[in-house]
């Protein structure tokens, strides 16, 4: 029996090129509309569809391979003599590869670029993966020519398998990207949080060296049929990214992209939290003074900066700790060797800035949680001077850096600040005094005349009391506590000013 194609692919590329190494094979290649004509002038015969179906295409081209001698040369289980009845019955040819890819939605979301056909036959074949072949993917064409010359024009059932997954996870992202669409048009209620959330993730090439721990496997994986600002990073040197490298890096990146003003910044990150920020009138000294914050801490971590590496800054990294990841948006001639020649092992990326979250999707035991991501709705003419004391302009640049660094440490969270740099940070304390006292200690006296920052607000005065003894001058918080009266007091007695922002910003 002559091994027959059906081919319908809205990508034409390398379709000329496959197509004869099928007809070469001795297929007999079935096509239609567009498809057809292109295989036809690149000089191969082809049979239309319409003259194996004899009905023409109608509708604008919507109903073309929706028929029964189509489907049913899909569909048809050579397995079962009933089967093979109905195609001697109807007249009917089987299909042993079906070569299909979709209409471009993911590319141009309308109406008319709902692919009906194709996914049917996608989907059609795929289920009959014991008899058919699915290619969904120019990619695709080059191994399975080479498959068919070395296997007498046979697929393995090996391969006709892993081809029905890619086949079922190419019309799952695409009936996904439909539904996200029709949840965000005019004609469906706007709801930030919709009543479906459907999405395939595909991994990427960066499987990881290992996970959390080294005795668990990890990938990075993206949403299928979008891109990520990771996929543009380039690694310049150093080991593999493991899990932590990459989330602590994603938080290092954040971070520095997300402080007041448009001086140049530097963050440093351990275990998610930063340990180190600072901003500055050149790169150097903003590294320089947010490794002061807690060197110590700052060995194995993420250095993170928003220009681009010069010399004098790398200089500095060299003679200072250990860096497990930096992070650049590029670098000087000379100083990627510079580093490499320091810092073997250290990985050196480079970067875009990294693109806004559209949601915040954890998993939680058989189901997800989710919430818009963070991000600071009030800014300082929403916030409110509660003390009789008011900070000065520069306790104000202050209070905004601490106020924007607080939103990226984990709770509970106290920040000092002093003179655009994090002198102190205490992180995740289960409670808010215990916090204050970590950042205090690590300030060590650098604190006096600078701006505390919590996260959430102070419910005793003590909070204010260990604030005051670090030597701020100015505290930043929420607000809204049942003792707001009390802190206030408090505050006003021990002469220190305090903004209300109205807002928290806890991160768990």
């Known amino acids: 029996?002559?091994?027959?194609?059906?081919?319908?692919?809205?990508?034409?590329?390398?379709?000329?090129?496959?197509?004869?190494?099928?007809?070469?094979?001795?297929?007999?290649?079935?096509?239609?509309?567009?498809?057809?004509?292109?295989?036809?002038?690149?000089?191969?015969?082809?049979?239309?569809?319409?003259?194996?179906?004899?009905?023409?295409?109608?509708?604008?081209?919507?109903?073309?391979?929706?028929?029964?001698?189509?489907?049913?040369?899909?569909?048809?289980?050579?397995?079962?003599?009933?089967?093979?009845?109905d195609l001697q019955t109807y007249g009917i040819q089987p299909f042993d590869l079906v070569v299909v890819n979709l209409y471009p939605f993911h590319e141009r979301p309308d109406i008319e670029t709902i692919d009906i056909g194709g996914p049917a036959m996608v989907r059609a074949a795929a289920k009959n993966h014991a008899w058919v072949g699915v290619v969904t993917s120019p990619e695709q064409y080059d191994g399975i020519l080479e498959e068919l010359r070395t296997g007498d024009g046979e697929l393995s059932e090996e391969t006709r398998r892993a081809l029905a997954l890619e086949a079922f996870a190419c019309t799952a992202k695409f009936d996904a990207a439909i539904v996200r669409w029709l949840e965000g048009t005019d004609q469906m209620p706007d709801d930030l949080l919709p009543g479906h959330l459907v999405f395939t993730?595909?991994?990427?090439?960066?499987?990881?060296?290992?996970?959390?721990?080294?005795?668990?496997?990890?990938?990075?994986?993206?949403?299928?049929?979008?891109?990520?600002?990771?996929?543009?990073?380039?690694?310049?040197?150093?080991?593999?990214?493991?899990?932590?490298?990459?989330?602590?890096?994603?938080?290092?990146?954040?971070?520095?992209?997300?402080?007041?003003?448009?001086?140049?910044?530097?963050?440093?990150?351990?275990?998610?939290?930063?340990?180190?920020?600072?901003?500055?009138?050149?790169?150097?000294?903003?590294?320089?003074?947010?490794?002061?914050?807690?060197?110590?801490?700052?060995?194995?971590?993420?250095v993170a900066c928003n220009r681009p590496l010069d010399a004098a800054t790398v200089e500095l990294m060299v003679a200072g700790p250990q860096a497990d990841v930096v992070i650049f948006p590029s670098y000087e001639d000379g100083t990627i060797d510079a580093l490499i020649a320091k810092r073997k092992n250290t990985?050196?990326?480079?970067?875009?800035?990294?693109?806004?979250?559209?949601?915040?999707?954890?998993?939680?035991?058989?189901?997800?949680?989710?919430?818009?991501?963070?991000?600071?709705?009030?800014?300082?003419?929403?916030?409110?001077?509660?003390?009789?004391?008011?900070?000065?302009?520069?306790?104000?640049?202050?209070?905004?850096?601490?106020?924007?660094?607080?939103?990226?440490?984990?709770?509970?969270?106290?920040?000092?600040?002093?003179?655009?740099?994090?002198?102190?940070?205490?992180?995740?304390?289960?409670?808010?005094?215990?916090?204050?006292?970590?950042?205090a200690k690590k300030a060590d006296g650098r604190a006096a005349g600078g701006a505390c920052a919590s996260d959430a607000f102070y419910p005793f005065p003590d909070g204010i009391e260990a604030a005051a003894a670090a030597g701020v001058a100015v505290i930043i918080q929420p607000g809204g506590a049942m003792r707001d009266e009390e802190t206030i007091k408090r505050a006003d007695e021990l002469g220190v000013a305090m903004v209300f922002t109205g807002e928290r910003h806890f991160l768990h």
């Open 201 to 302: 993730l595909e991994r990427t090439d960066d499987v990881l060296r290992y996970g959390e721990n080294p005795h668990q496997q990890a990938a990075r994986y993206r949403m299928a049929g979008t891109e990520s600002w990771w996929d543009d990073v380039h690694q310049h040197a150093g080991l593999a990214l493991s899990y932590l490298n990459f989330y602590d890096t994603d938080a290092a990146w954040r971070v520095v992209h997300d402080l007041p003003g448009d001086q140049p910044a530097c963050a440093i990150i351990k275990h998610a939290n930063p340990c180190g920020v600072a901003v500055a009138g050149d790169l150097a000294t903003a590294y320089q003074r947010a490794l002061e914050c807690d060197e110590r801490s700052a060995f194995g971590g993420i």
């Open 1 to 85: 029996m002559t091994r027959r194609a059906l081919l319908s692919v809205f990508d034409k590329t390398g379709l000329v090129d496959f197509a004869k190494g099928l007809y070469e094979l001795g297929f007999e290649l079935v096509s239609s509309g567009g498809t057809a004509t292109v295989i036809a002038e690149g000089g191969v015969p082809v049979t239309s569809v319409a003259d194996v179906t004899g009905s023409p295409e109608m509708l604008d081209h919507r109903v073309v391979t929706l028929h029964p001698k189509i489907h049913g040369g899909i569909l048809a289980d050579l397995g079962k003599d009933s089967h093979r009845t």
């Open 347 to 439: 990985r050196i990326l480079e970067a875009p800035a990294p693109a806004p979250l559209t949601l915040d999707v954890r998993q939680i035991s058989g189901g997800f949680l989710v919430q818009e991501p963070h991000s600071f709705v009030a800014g300082r003419n929403d916030w409110q001077v509660v003390t009789k004391v008011a900070p000065t302009d520069a306790q104000w640049r202050d209070v905004e850096l601490a106020w924007r660094i607080t939103g990226h440490v984990k709770s509970n969270a106290i920040v000092l600040v002093k003179d655009g740099q994090a002198v102190g940070i205490g992180a995740g304390q289960q409670n808010r005094v215990e916090a204050g006292e970590i950042a």
